[in-house]
């Protein structure tokens, strides 16, 4: 049974388990005794359940990894897995030798807080996003008693934001440069990527036969990180995309029917390649995802509907789409009051202002 001790105010509660055939004392201190009542009978249920109440003395860190490997590794794809691991790290760093059953808003925030301070507020707002998720699993599983984490924020370095796009002219400057020349592979995923607004993920994972010569369309339902291929991003990236004429002769290379990848190189590969042209042709900066950018940034600026680029870019509704391409539907929507305006001036029934001389 489990033994109370006052602690001044407070209330400790020690109860005692079998871990391995070794006794441990499992301990927590309350601020009101209801509270310690209710975790130790808690404590007691689980051990009738033989469920491990040790768990509760286990490291945030560790419960974080425990956490990204139970619920996470096999719902994500490996890239996405990846920075899954990134945040542990940072929590390992930050929240050293922590106890689950220690922690607090107040030390959640202020340990947060440090790490904003050498991060973008974006890269925070995914760690607190993961912490939440953790925590709230916790919580579930009665590790921790309290909300400690919903009122959480992510404070971070407010970056000055760059347009991760190239401008019409630098498209069609790109575009016109690659067709042109004698494209290697890494040159040929990256005008794939400018003319399809595919990730690259999507690109490097792309068979001959996912090609359609006839129709000229293009079947994305893969993605390729380093040597892994599997799902894409989400049920959405699954999706048929049209192609020009020219750059479905530029993909084919007669292998239509083949199931032979058509990329071998590396994403590294296609990013030197892409920073090579981009110093060569005086264009401004982007990453390879910038290459997306562009290409929906480019139909958008020349009037193609919203709900075809969203469909086109795979986004699993036009709402992502306006808000990543928020800058565009301004500029159109400055275009298109501009030029409503002036249909409406040139109405021979609207009255002309009389000029003082």
Same mark, same amino acid.
Not at 129 to 142: E, G
């Given at each position: 049974?489990?033994?109370?001790?006052?602690?001044?105010?407070?209330?400790?509660?020690?109860?005692?388990?079998?871990?391995?055939?070794?006794?441990?004392?499992?301990?927590?201190?309350?601020?009101?005794?209801?509270?310690?009542?209710?975790?130790?009978? $808690?404590?007691?249920?689980?051990?009738?359940?033989?469920?491990?109440?040790?768990?509760?003395? $286990?490291?945030?860190?560790?419960?974080?990894?425990?956490? $990204?490997?139970?619920?996470?590794?096999? !719902?994500?794809?490996?890239?996405?897995?990846?920075?899954?691991?990134?945040?542990?790290?940072?929590?390992?760093?930050?929240? !050293? *030798?922590?106890?689950?059953?220690?922690?607090?808003?107040?030390?959640?925030?202020?340990? =947060?807080?440090?790490?904003?301070?050498?991060?973008?507020?974006?890269? $925070?707002?995914?760690?607190?996003?993961?912490?939440?998720?953790?925590?709230?699993?916790?919580?579930?599983?009665?590790? @921790?008693?309290?909300?400690?984490?919903?009122?959480?924020?992510?404070?971070? @370095?407010?970056?000055?934001?760059?347009?991760?796009?190239?401008?019409?002219?630098?498209?069609?400057?790109?575009?016109?440069?690659?067709?042109?020349?004698?494209?290697?592979?890494?040159? =040929?995923?990256?005008?794939?990527?400018?003319?399809?607004?595919?990730?690259?993920?999507?690109?490097?994972?792309?068979?001959?036969?996912?090609?359609? @010569?006839?129709?000229?369309? @293009?079947?994305?339902?893969?993605?390729?990180?380093?040597?892994?291929?599997?799902?894409?991003?989400?049920?959405?990236?699954?999706?048929?995309?049209?192609?020009?004429?020219?750059?479905?002769?530029?993909?084919?290379?007669?292998?239509?029917?083949?199931?032979?990848?058509?990329? !071998?190189?590396?994403?590294?590969?296609?990013?030197?390649?892409?920073?090579?042209?981009?110093?060569?042709?005086?264009?401004?900066?982007?990453?390879?995802? *910038?290459?997306?950018?562009?290409?929906?940034? +480019?139909?958008? +600026?020349?009037?193609?509907?919203?709900? +075809?680029?969203?469909?086109?870019?795979?986004?699993?509704?036009?709402?992502?789409?306006?808000?990543? +391409?928020?800058?565009?539907?301004?500029?159109?929507?400055?275009?298109?009051?501009?030029?409503?305006?002036?249909?409406?001036?040139?109405?021979? !029934?609207?009255?002309?202002?009389?000029?003082?001389?």
């Amino acid at each position: 049974m489990a033994s109370f001790e006052k602690r001044g105010k407070r209330t400790r509660v020690v109860v005692s388990v079998m871990q391995s055939g070794v006794r441990r004392k499992v301990s927590k201190t309350f601020n009101t005794k209801k509270k310690a009542k209710d975790w130790a009978i $808690m404590m007691e249920a689980d051990k009738l359940q033989n469920k491990s109440i040790v768990a509760s003395r $286990m490291t945030f860190a560790d419960w974080f990894e425990f956490w $990204m490997e139970t619920y996470r590794k096999s !719902d994500v794809r490996p890239s996405t897995y990846r920075t899954y691991v990134l945040t542990l790290n940072h929590i390992k760093k930050s929240f !050293d *030798g922590v106890a689950l059953e220690d922690l607090t808003y107040s030390l959640l925030q202020s340990r =947060l807080d440090t790490i904003g301070k050498t991060h973008s507020k974006g890269t $925070m707002s995914i760690i607190t996003s993961r912490i939440k998720a953790s925590l709230k699993d916790a919580l579930y599983d009665k590790y @921790i008693l309290d909300d400690i984490f919903t009122r959480i924020k992510p404070h971070g @370095i407010e970056r000055s934001k760059k347009t991760n796009a190239l401008s019409v002219t630098e498209f069609e400057k790109l575009q016109d440069h690659l067709y042109r020349s004698k494209l290697d592979k890494a040159s =040929l995923a990256i005008l794939v990527a400018l003319e399809t607004g595919m990730r690259i993920g999507e690109v490097l994972s792309l068979q001959y036969k996912d090609v359609s @010569i006839p129709f000229n369309n @293009i079947h994305v339902n893969k993605s390729r990180f380093g040597k892994i291929v599997g799902k894409p991003k989400n049920k959405n990236s699954v999706r048929d995309i049209k192609i020009t004429n020219e750059l479905a002769s530029k993909i084919s290379n007669g292998k239509s029917n083949s199931t032979e990848f058509i990329f !071998d190189c590396r994403r590294q590969t296609v990013r030197n390649r892409l920073d090579s042209l981009i110093s060569k042709l005086d264009l401004q900066p982007i990453t390879i995802h *910038g290459l997306r950018h562009s290409h929906a940034s +480019y139909l958008l +600026y020349k009037g193609v509907s919203i709900n +075809y680029v969203s469909a086109r870019l795979g986004h699993a509704n036009t709402s992502i789409t306006q808000k990543v +391409y928020a800058h565009m539907l301004k500029e159109e929507k400055n275009r298109e009051q501009d030029k409503t305006i002036k249909v409406l001036s040139a109405s021979p !029934d609207v009255p002309k202002a009389i000029s003082k001389c």
